[in-house]
């Protein structure tokens, strides 16, 4: 990519696009003039996720996302893809290849979480997390850099600002965005001399199933309450926030290596 005001002509895959961040970061990347493959799964092994079931639905809702896609005037394409399985990874990359003929950008927004103490937690518990938070970030980037090392293209990461705090219950889930953001910053220097940016975007609280149906619930406070307790803007953040930092990174070709917060100031308020 040359432009660095648009994403015209572009090709982007962004995965767990069929939850709330993952659609702000898809329809901002179609604003921005992309073509976009909506990738999500509607099945997973295991029920330790924030659904709490194996059924997510995720490529059923990303569908949806695509119609979205589409409307705002460029190409939108589905793959149904578990970022665990590195044969269906393959396969997903090089099926938005042979659609499209490029990849510029990847995006490697899935993610699941569950609240436990380390006590108390089972290893499949533990698994399911560090898998498809950092296996999930892996597999796609090693899958798509050949194809981004012709287009000079872009890898964008969601992390959280859990990958800079811990929290108790959350111990693989911290651990697993603490990982990502280490990752992000070792392809960083790995991909700069093929002239690919990689970087990560830490949401603060979005009003998301993670919320809703995971943290909310073990807080003894509503989500209102917890937004405005936290967050010293006194407000929460949106997938368009996700979306916007999502095309800044992708059209900013001397910004690499880097983790910004979108929590309204949540990592500022220490005491």
């Given at each position: 990519?040359?432009?660095?005001?648009?994403?015209?002509?572009?090709?982007?895959?962004?995965?767990?696009?069929?939850?709330?961040?993952?659609?702000?970061?898809?329809?901002?990347?179609?604003?921005?003039?992309?073509?976009?493959?909506?990738?999500?799964?509607?099945?997973?092994?295991?029920?330790?996720?924030?659904?709490?079931?194996?059924?997510?639905?995720?490529?059923?809702?990303?569908?949806?996302?695509?119609?979205?896609?589409?409307?705002?005037?460029?190409?939108?394409h589905v793959v149904e893809c578990d970022v665990t399985k590195a044969d269906q990874v393959r396969a997903m990359v090089e099926e938005t290849v042979s659609e499209f003929g490029r990849l510029d950008v990847l995006v490697n927004n899935a993610g699941v979480i569950t609240v436990?103490?380390?006590?108390?937690?089972?290893?499949?518990?533990?698994?399911?997390?560090?898998?498809?938070?950092?296996?999930?970030?892996?597999?796609?980037?090693?899958?798509?850099?050949?194809?981004?090392?012709?287009?000079?293209?872009?890898?964008?990461?969601?992390?959280?600002?859990?990958?800079?705090?811990?929290?108790?219950?959350?111990?693989?889930?911290?651990?697993?965005?603490?990982?990502?953001?280490?990752?992000?910053?070792?392809?960083?220097?790995?991909?700069?001399?093929?002239?690919?940016t990689v970087n990560a975007i830490c949401p603060g609280i979005v009003d998301t199933p993670m919320w809703e149906q995971v943290l909310t619930p073990t807080l003894e406070e509503s989500y209102e309450e917890t937004v405005k307790r936290v967050i010293p803007l006194g407000r929460d953040q949106t997938p368009e926030d996700m979306g916007r930092l999502a095309v800044f990174y992708a059209t900013n070709r001397n910004v690499t290596g880097q983790a910004l917060a979108v929590d309204g100031g949540i990592l500022q308020n220490v005491i």
């Open positions: 990519m040359t432009d660095e005001s648009s994403l015209a002509g572009a090709v982007s895959i962004v995965t767990g696009a069929g939850g709330q961040i993952g659609e702000g970061i898809a329809l901002a990347l179609a604003a921005a003039g992309s073509d976009v493959v909506v990738a999500d799964v509607n099945a997973l092994e295991t029920a330790y996720n924030q659904q709490s079931s194996r059924e997510v639905g995720g490529a059923t809702r990303a569908r949806e996302v695509a119609d979205r896609v589409e409307e705002r005037g460029r190409r939108a436990a103490p380390i006590e108390e937690m089972a290893e499949e518990e533990w698994d399911s997390v560090m898998d498809v938070n950092v296996k999930g970030v892996f597999l796609p980037s090693r899958a798509a850099i050949p194809h981004l090392r012709e287009s000079a293209g872009s890898i964008v990461n969601t992390a959280s600002i859990a990958g800079s705090i811990g929290a108790a219950g959350l111990g693989h889930y911290c651990a697993s965005k603490h990982a990502v953001l280490g990752l992000t910053k070792s392809l960083a220097l790995e991909l700069a001399p093929d002239d690919v």
